[in-house]
Structures are given as C-alpha cells and as structure tokens.
C-alpha cells in the first residue's frame, strides 16, 4: 500500500513536471518589439468568458503601432468580424502553438491585398479565410499589421493570444517568457462568506471588508459568527504592474485551513467550449445585481472547468461552537508576488441559521436533467447542463400585462441565476394579426427597460427562440425599417479618400436574433464597405476600382424581421 502511494505521489509529480515544461519560454519574442504594458491579462473575468489573452497597450492611446509576428511560421486564418475580435491574423508556429493578434486596424499591404480579393471575390466584408502554409511565410519580428480598434473593442490596444495549435485551447501567454514589471502584489478588496445548508447550498450571504495591515498582509480581526454549520468563501481581487494603476485580473488563489490548502486553482488553459462556466465561478447574483466580480472559492455541481484542485472538503468547510477554524486566502499574479487574508469562522451556539427567503417555485431546475415549467401561455425548456446547482425556477405573469399586446409579460426567475446553454421559450402568439407574424419577436425585457429582440420561429400559434438569460420575456414585432444616414459623403467627391454611413436600428439584438444585414452597390457591382458593429460606421474607401466619373450609389440594409431600407444616391468621383 505505502509503496503504491509513493508511485502515485511519483507520478503525480512527473505529470506536473511535465505540464509545467511544455511551454517554450524561448521560442516568442513581443509582438510589438518594446516592453509589454497590459491592460488585460489572462483568464480576466469578463461577461460571460474569461478573457482568452493578454491585451498589450498601444503607447500613446491611439491606432497604429506595429505590430510584429512573435516567431516563425506561417499564416494559417485571418478572420474580419464586425464584432468579436474584429480585423484578426493567426499564425500557425512549428512547436505547435498559434499566435493570434486581434482588433487590428488593417494588415500591411501584401496581406490586406489578399483580403481584399478574397472580400471582393465572396461579396461579403465578413470572411474567414485558411491561407494554406505556402502563401504566407512568416519570420519572426516580420511586421503583419497595426494596431488598432475593430470589433469588441473600446480603446486602441493589441489582443495577443498563444493557442495549441492542435485544438486552439489558449493558454497563459506569460507561460511563455514575456517578461512584465511587476512587483506589486494583488489588492484584496472584499471577502465574501457563504452560509451552506447540510446539502451544501448556500442559505445566505454577507461581504466583509478585510483590513491591510501591511504592503500585502489583510486580516479580518474579529472571528466570524455563524449560525450554519458549513461555510464556504468567495474573494474579490485585482492586480497591478510596476508604474501603472490598470485593475488587471489575478494568477492564482489557494485557500488553506489550519495551515493546509483545501481549494485552488490557477488560471493556464481554458478551452473555448468551458469558457462560460465562468458563471458558474463567479458569483453570478453579485454580478448581474451590483456587477461585482467574485471568485467563488468552492465549485459548484454543474461547472466544468478544468481549473481547480479541490480538497476533500471541496472548499466547503464544517465549522463548529468549540474551536475557531484559521483560514488563509492567498492569492498571486504570475510573478508570484502574493498577499494573503487571514480570519477565523466559529459556529454560533443554539443558533438555528438564518434560512433563505422563501419563495415560490413551479419546480426545482437540476444540472443532470430537462426542466419544464408549462403554463397559460407560455412553456420554457431547459436542457441538461443548464443549471449549474439545484434551482428553483418558476415563470410568473406580470401583472397588468394583458392589455394590448401581443402576449403578456412573463418573467422567468430567478433573474439572477446562471444558466449555461440556450434554453426555449415558446409564447402563445393567438392575438399576432397574420399580416404581421413575420415581424414578430421573443422579446427579452431587461431591469432597466430596454428591449431586446431575441429572434423566433413559429411553431403552429407559437413562437419559439432560444434564450440564454433569465428574466422577462414576451411577443412584441417590429415594423420599423433600419436606418442609413450619410455622414461622411457629398455628391462631389472628387479627391476624397473615403465615404461613410451609418446604420442604425430601433431594437438592439441578442441571443438567436442576427445582426443587420447590408450590401452596397455602385452602378450594379458589388462594393466593399466595412463596418464597426459597435458605432454601426460604414466605410468604403476609395481604391481606384470606381473610375472617376458619375455614378450611382445603391446601399440595402435588412434587420432581423426581414425590415429593408434603400439609400440611392448619385455622385461624381
Ligand atoms: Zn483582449
């Protein structure tokens, strides 16, 4: 038996060894030739995903720095998306990771050419091309582009990502080598404590405000009383570099008890398809209510993320009326400066622990199986692996609701719980006139009274759309056309470089619903626009393809209902 465990312990330690070497720490230079200033490290928490990378800051705030390939190799994707990671260039390297570089404002010449081509041949401003590896040789410090702004992003800076090559898993840039001022360690801001029934759920929930005592040490003075007989914690934290006050995303956090680690994880690969358990490691109420980020420092049932190393106890800890228990919280950026919590938790004695409200519910959501509720009106489908933990879940009438519309108001709660896929609502739509079931939407209502169209297909008299929020749904339409305003254009353009538009439209759009649609014609022929789906900017630049002349300009714009505009108008070039 000892000599079993000693060839396990034996083997756990090569295996680690082994995960630990894979990474080169030689192979990748800096992808923008000078010092690295980020303004978002990896496994950051972000709505709905951690982030993927590091975000490298341009020097001076604004588009335009170089922007260099890390190592050899070849060009294997170039990706041009309106949203997401807008202008993106990825280059495939013989040690068998990518680099991608994203949010780029254009490409140096001979690669902007072949996307322009590509562009022209498909007709579509969006493309994803797979240049094959003899196109695009690469050499290290080979400049590819510039810097820039294009797609989610809000704020000149380079998206720098190092993926396996083999099934695109980003990993930890700083794995490999880059080295970063930091001697600062990571600001602990809040604690929170959670009070856990026998089974493990959370009864309540307070948040406490550690103490710093000195450059990296906070303390809780006072032993924490509860009346619960488990307890379990979460922890709000950032960090900073050396000469800059950018609140960036923490490495690691271990909590130990009586001087023992319990709980930890660390933040090195997250694949794509895990990435949104990220709801279920944070605390997603305190999220959507007060859009705090919380690393939950215990896991919940339904998350699947490959992150943590979990104890016995599963970061769930028993406490009782007869002995404090010492709890450590450190947390640690990647260069290992650390700062450390310490607090003590004692059981309240002959206290009964406070219970969670009591509220109402048609069933119970599980994350092993399919949830239903059906109701007048309205039926919601959850499937497998949407909830994260046990949850209650009901579907309620708004009250007052009725009256002249399409269907009434129903709100699915808890509004504040995670769920991870898409699930189905399916609305009555009886009272939608005929004449107008094609512009007719599930409608998603959010708190502060925006409405948002979340696509919909009809199913006999109901409409259906997949949705990946709780909170108040409904059938509303849209009739109302996009709209094209010119802002950059006049009927003489003559020597001008470019013309742009902008594109608008009276309902914003998530889940299923898709995004506007457009194409720009001049005389009959196809031409290139490119948008910015965040300020909704078009923008065709003059390259000689048009001649000099008059000419007659034609720009289609469709949303979501299948509502079309048409801007014509003529100009001289
Ligand atoms: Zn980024």
Redesign the pocket.
Known sequence: MKIYAFFTLCIALLSMVEIIGTYPKEDFVSPVNRDIKLS?TFGELRTNHF?A?L?IKSLHQTSGDPVYAAADGHISRIKIDEFGYGNALYIDHPDGFTTLY?HLDHFTDEIQDYIKEQQYLQKSFEVDLNPGPDKFPIVQMQQIGYMGNTGNSYGA?L?FEIRHTNDQTPVNPLHFGFDIADHHAPVIQQLIVYELDEDGQVLNSSIMQPKLTDDSNYLIAEPIELASQKVAFGLRTYDTEDGDDNKNGIYSIQCSAEGKTKFEFSLDEIPFEKARYINAHIDYKEKVNQNLFFHRMYPLEGNRLPIYSIGEEQGRFMINPEYPRQFTISVSDFKGNASTLSFQVVQLKNEAPRSAKQIKYNTIGLPEAVTIVTQQGIQVVWPEGCFYEKTPVSVNLVPGSHSGNYSPYFEIDPVDAPVHTYFNVSIDGLSVPPSLLNRAFIARCDPNGSIVNCGGSWIGNTLTSGVREMGTYTILVDTIPPKIKPIHFNSNMTGWVQMDFRISDNVRIRDKGRDLMYSAYVDNEWILMSLDGKTGLLTHKFDGRIPPGDHRLMIKLTDDRGNESILEKSFTL
């Open positions: 978002g982030h990378g975000d994203a800076h998206h």
